[in-house]
């Protein structure tokens, strides 16, 4: 099959974003060489709250998904991105693969206010079965400003608990939460478009 | 590092009065059991029946439109070393050379706007020439090739080009229906310069006679989202008498609503 002019010319000066497609069961070995990416690697000590968000990602049928990626993008314990302010230790950024059980733990700081927005996680899920990624946030119970956050409103009041980690106790120094992904059901997680 | 576009260089795009035989190769796949993708009908919907695994993951309530924050519009730029080496030519990461056609992949990397995005981080994965991924859990029986890892990263340069030098990829069966396989593909991830700008995509190659009846391929109701997700056979990229070219730019949407601060 012979590649012609036009068919080249379409692909050069295309401004029709790429379509997306699944990352599929087999992304391990390609996106996460060294394993998963942590935000608080070894003995680093970024300034801030430190926390743990455990959770399971779950799929319509209520059963564990164990091939899920998940991304975490984050201000630092100072609302600040390591975009604009590159404190060695924390980077903001972390990807994370579900267990057998569908679980996984973010060991991370508490991120700053940003711009008055109620302290929040971005996270990208991708999994098999997703041919477009998904994009949530993670919000935290007992957090100020959750009832004016301008992206949190915008959810119909009675899913909005979907988006907020519940407290589940403090030990050295440490504050602990749960928050579960559900990609379908009566529970199903809130997603947003951009 | 800047990518060698080679004694021909990138040309300008051909005068648009050149006549054109191009017509995309795949034709409809009834798409009438989707529910709308409703933020862009040239992106795959979230459920598409044929995909049997969208069935039960993908969501069914609609996304909930919401304008960006600074949260959206950031990114890491630092830290990539967590991330994995960086390495474009996957045919020299073992001690032979791996089995299969040799290939070399250029594209640049462009928002929606036609400018070029420099410097983002570009991930591959792929199966091995029979079709085999090196992950623990593919069963498909056929060979390992102990040359061929089949994961490559790189960064683009300062026009928005990546270069990767690979093999091209079998297809290979899978479980979503009797027989099911599918065409060969490269997992392509960009990382982007900002949150919102992130895509994981798939490449494909002309010509493969799998793509019409690929429901992953398939899923993506706009024909022409189809045919750029296709490579062009470009032999400006060849290394001759080692490995044939191929040319795969990749487009990256922005956000509809307008920014809170
Ligand atoms: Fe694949």
Redesign the interface.
């Known amino acids: 099959?012979?590649?012609?002019?036009?068919?080249?010319?379409?692909?050069?000066?295309?401004?029709?974003?790429?379509?997306?497609?699944?990352?599929?069961?087999?992304?391990?070995?390609?996106?996460l060489?060294?394993g998963d990416?942590p935000l608080i690697?070894g003995t680093d000590a970024p300034a801030g709250q430190r926390i743990r968000i455990e959770g399971r990602v779950f799929?319509?049928?209520g059963?564990p998904?164990n091939?899920a990626l998940l991304?975490i993008?984050?201000?630092d314990g100072f609302g600040q991105?390591?975009?604009?302010c590159?404190e060695?230790s924390f980077?903001?950024?972390g990807?994370l693969h579900s267990r057998e059980d569908g679980s996984f733990v973010i060991d991370t700081v508490l991120p700053g206010r940003?711009?008055g927005?109620a302290s929040?996680l971005?996270l990208?899920l991708?999994?098999?079965?997703?041919?477009?990624?998904?994009f949530t946030r993670i919000y935290f119970e007992g957090e100020p400003g959750l009832d004016s956050d301008?992206?949190l409103t915008?959810?119909p009041e009675a899913?909005r608990r979907t988006l907020i980690a519940r407290r589940d106790g403090s030990s050295d120094g440490l504050d602990r939460y749960r928050f579960d992904l559900h990609?379908?059901g009566s529970e199903?997680?809130?997603?947003?478009?951009? | 590092m800047t990518i060698d576009l080679g004694r021909h260089g990138i040309r300008e795009s051909d005068d648009p009065t050149i006549p054109g035989d191009y017509v995309s190769p795949v034709t409809g796949y009834e798409t009438n059991s989707l529910i709308e993708n409703p933020a862009n009908l040239h992106q795959p919907p979230m459920v598409f029946d044929p995909y049997q695994s969208t069935r039960l993951r993908g969501p069914r309530n609609k996304l909930v439109p919401v304008a960006s924050s600074r949260t959206e519009r950031t990114a890491p730029v630092y830290g990539f070393h967590n991330i994995g080496r960086m390495d474009n030519d996957l045919t020299i990461q073992h001690d032979g050379q791996p089995l299969g056609e040799k290939i070399v992949i250029v594209g640049q990397v462009r928002n929606d706007a036609g400018q070029p995005l420099p410097n983002t981080l570009i991930e591959i994965w792929q199966a091995n020439a029979s079709g085999r991924y090196i992950h623990k859990k593919d069963q498909h029986p056929a060979p390992l090739d102990p040359n061929f890892t089949g994961a490559g990263r790189t960064f683009t340069d300062e026009n928005g080009y990546y270069k990767f030098i690979t093999i091209r990829p079998g297809p290979y069966p899978w479980g979503n229906h009797h027989d099911a396989w599918r065409p060969a593909h490269i997992h392509f991830s960009l990382l982007g310069r900002a949150f919102h700008q992130r895509l994981v995509t798939q490449m494909y190659f002309p010509g493969d006679q799998l793509l019409e009846i690929d429901p992953i391929y398939m899923a993506n109701p706009s024909a022409r989202a189809r045919d750029l997700l296709i490579a062009r056979f470009d032999r400006r990229f060849d290394v001759p008498g080692i490995a044939l070219g191929y040319r795969f730019d990749i487009v990256i949407g922005s956000p509809r609503a307008t920014p809170f601060e």
């Open positions: 099959m012979t590649t012609t002019p036009r068919a080249m010319r379409e692909m050069e000066t295309s401004r029709l974003p790429s379509g997306s497609q699944t990352v599929g069961p087999f992304f391990h070995y390609g996106l060489e060294n990416v690697r799929d319509g049928a059963d998904v091939d991304e993008w984050q201000a991105f390591n975009t604009e590159a060695a980077d903001g950024f990807r940003v711009d927005q929040h971005n990208h991708f999994s098999r079965g997703l041919l477009n990624h998904l301008p992206m915008e959810v899913r990609m379908q199903e997680t809130v997603f947003f478009a951009l």
